[in-house]
Each structure stands twice: as structure tokens, then as C-alpha cells.
């Protein structure tokens, strides 16, 4: 791999947390090459054994994937399959990366798509990415719409889930308290694993001011 790379890989490999260093690498790559090479060396890194490479990758990725479905497929396949959390953090950041550039609006098929995939990592990159849904355009417009869409998945198996999806709701919750109490009035709380969410998304929603 060229010089310009191992030495953006040497710097951001003696930095444990965070992410800054992570996307300032993937800027830096995007700027030296084209963004077919950006997208072959993403895939080379995802194969290296640091998670500080794979997460470069994932950045990489998400900056590309609004205009390259290759690497929105890569993403989806085989970014979402890594077992590092940090990796997965970055695949939600990724998320929100295409989002964005695509518009909040046009993205609504992909998102749903997202949601509705069996993979819970897909996801929760869609839950976590969105993070403060109701920050983002068209959302914050349509709060009602965010709620449903994360409230779709209350009840999954998946408690690392289940935690994105309360606390989400506790986010949108923050300005639109009515709205999210009035979703979790229908919840069956009878059922643990809709318990579980609950807790989370109730925080704060239920003291008085």
C-alpha cells in the first residue's frame, strides 16, 4: 500500500477512541486519489486486522456510497458483519454520511430498506446513524414519521438494538415529548423486550419540569 496511506494508518493505529482522527484520515485519502482508488484501498484496509484500518475503511466508504452503490453494498454486506463495536459505531456514522449527501428526504426507501434487513448491525446503523433524528432535515419537520420508523423495532431480539431504538426516542423526545409519550402509551409493556426499550426511552420523559 502507498507511503501516504501507511502513514495515515501509522497515526490514526496510536489513537484508541474516537473518531476525528478516523474521518480526518478518510478526508485526506479522498483528497490525494480518485475516488475509484479510494474505493479499492477502502477495500484492501477492511481486511487488515486493526480495527482502526477497517474503521478508516468504513469512513471511506460512507463518504463514497451516495454515488457508488458498490460501496453502499459493501457497507451493507460486509461492514455490518465485523464484530468490532467500534467498527459498527463507524458504520453508523457512515449511514448518516449517504443520508446526507443524498438528502434526508430521497433517502426515506433506503432507510426503510435498512430497517427492514435481518441483519440487526444494518439496522442499528440506521437508528444510531440518525441520531438526533429530529436534527436532521425533513425530520425535524416530521418528527411523527422518525418516531414510527425507529419504533418499528421495540421488540427485537437484539438488545443492543432494542438500546438504539430507546434511546433515540428519548433524543426526539427532548422536543416532542407529546409525541413520543403518545407512542409509548400503545407499547405492550407486558412483553420484556418492549419493557426493556420502554426504560429507555421513557428517561427523563416522565418527570415533571
Request: with cysteine; proline share 2%; net charge neutral.
Amino acid at each position: 500500500m502507498k507511503t501516504e496511506i501507511n502513514n495515515i494508518l501509522n497515526r490514526i493505529q496510536q489513537i484508541e477512541h474516537g473518531f476525528q482522527h478516523i474521518n480526518s484520515g478518510a478526508d485526506e485519502m479522498l483528497a490525494m486519489f480518485s475516488k475509484e482508488q479510494c474505493f479499492d484501498y477502502a477495500c484492501q484496509l477492511f481486511k487488515q486486522e486493526t480495527y482502526q484500518a477497517r474503521m478508516l475503511a468504513t469512513a471511506i466508504l460512507g463518504r463514497l456510497a451516495a454515488e457508488n452503490n458498490d460501496a453502499l453494498s459493501f457497507l451493507k454486506k460486509q461492514v455490518s458483519i465485523d464484530e468490532n463495536w467500534r467498527v459498527q459505531e463507524m458504520l453508523a456514522k457512515a449511514f448518516d454520511e449517504v443520508c446526507k449527501n443524498r438528502g434526508y428526504e430521497v433517502s426515506l426507501p433506503l432507510i426503510k430498506e435498512w430497517l427492514n434487513d435481518d441483519n440487526p448491525n444494518v439496522i442499528r446503523a440506521v437508528t444510531e446513524g440518525l441520531r438526533i433524528w429530529t436534527s436532521r432535515p425533513f425530520f425535524k419537520e416530521n418528527p411523527s414519521i422518525a418516531i414510527e420508523l425507529i419504533s418499528k423495532h421495540k421488540a427485537h431480539e437484539n438488545e443492543y438494538l432494542r438500546k438504539s431504538v430507546g434511546n433515540a426516542l428519548k433524543d426526539i423526545g427532548k422536543k416532542h415529548k407529546g409525541l413520543v409519550l403518545e407512542e409509548l402509551n400503545t407499547w405492550d409493556l407486558s412483553n420484556p423486550l418492549i419493557q426493556f426499550t420502554h426504560k429507555h426511552a421513557i428517561k427523563q420523559l416522565d418527570k415533571k419540569k
